[in-house]
């Protein structure tokens, strides 16, 4: 217990070395506790209409004023916190779980297999993902488990050319050769030695690609790709600008949602660069 505890201590004291990954963690912390807590927290329900007069602005009785069909915009953020970090950490999970497969067998088999999985991944890495993932959201349905796998099936090519990196230069290390030589197959090589190796780089990448399913799910529910009935800050945005509230000038509508939804991906940004200094001594050095 001593030894998990002086380990832990020690992580700590490196990626409190961080201040940016320290703000990073506090700001998720403060969105998911949030989230957490919102039918406590919010003071009506998302969908609610008309607990106050269309379009108006903040008040005690409305903290972030009404939208155009008198609902509490303090409230709709509240719950769409919900939305965010469902998809952010559902999606980075989907597409961590791909690009580590696919980083693992391609760099540790090579060969062949190498060869036709990094053509995929450069196939994968050129298309356009917003208008790739509009075209698939229409075809496969808009509800949010489809918008989940959908974000995390094409955001995976990045890591796995990183896991493949790394793999291509544990494989060379002689405790591997060692392994070989003792009649180690293939399977406890790669899951009891490789795997624990990098597995603070796929969980920094995960941490990381939270950004990105955060952003991709606020665009999508922006172009209206997304189940209309659930309540994130992309569809807040969306509904604002569609009923004129630029318009009238009704700024409450627009800026708190963006702010949240810049905030979580900053915060998601600095936490990831906290724990690379976990993962890279060089970057311990540089700092």
């Known amino acids: 217990m001593s030894k998990a505890i002086k380990k832990i201590t020690n ?14 963690l506090i700001i998720i912390l403060i969105f998911v506790m949030t989230a957490l807590a919102a039918p406590f927290i919010a003071p009506y329900a998302p969908t609610a209409t008309y607990v106050g007069r269309p379009f108006e602005p903040p008040s005690f009785k409305h903290f972030f004023g009404t939208d155009e069909a008198g609902r509490d915009v303090f409230s709709q953020i ?36 190498d060869t036709i ?21 229409l075809f496969v349905g808009p509800n949010l488990f489809n918008i989940v796998i959908l974000v995390g099936f094409l955001g995976w090519p990045g890591l796995a050319r990183q896991i493949r990196a790394q793999i291509l230069s544990l494989k060379e290390l002689p405790f591997i050769e ?18 624990p190796n990098i597995s603070g780089l796929i969980f920094a990448s995960m ?18 790709v997304t189940d209309p009935r659930v309540m994130s800050w992309g569809r807040i945005v969306a509904r604002s600008l569609g ?15 963006g702010l949240c939804i810049a ?25």
């Not at 994968?124 to 790739?132: E, K, N």
């Not at 060692?178 to 795997?195: D, K, P, Q, S």
């Not at 941490?207 to 209206?224: D, P, R």
């Not at 009923?243 to 949602?257: D, E, F, N, Y």
């Open 243 to 257: 009923s004129g509230a630029i318009i009238r000038k009704a700024w409450w509508t627009l800026v708190p949602p």
């Open 117 to 137: 999985l990094m053509r995929i991944t450069d196939i994968f890495l050129i298309i356009p993902m917003i208008p790739l993932a509009i075209l698939l959201a």
């Open 178 to 195: 060692a392994l070989r030589a003792l009649g180690a197959n293939n399977r406890r090589i790669v899951f009891f030695h490789l795997l």
């Open 263 to 287: 905030i979580l991906a900053c915060g998601f940004s600095f936490f990831s660069h906290g724990l690379m200094l976990l993962v890279s001594p060089f970057l311990r050095e540089r700092k």
């Open 11 to 24: 992580y700590w004291r490196i990626f409190s070395s961080s201040k940016m990954g320290v703000i990073g």
């Open 207 to 224: 941490i990381g690609g939270s950004v990105g399913a955060i952003l991709a799910e606020a665009g999508l529910s922006f172009l209206g």
């Open 78 to 113: 509240i719950y769409g916190s919900q939305i965010s970090l469902l998809v952010g950490f559902a999606a980075a999970a989907v597409s961590t779980l791909i690009g580590t497969l696919i980083g693992i067998t391609s760099g540790y088999f090579g060969g062949v297999i």
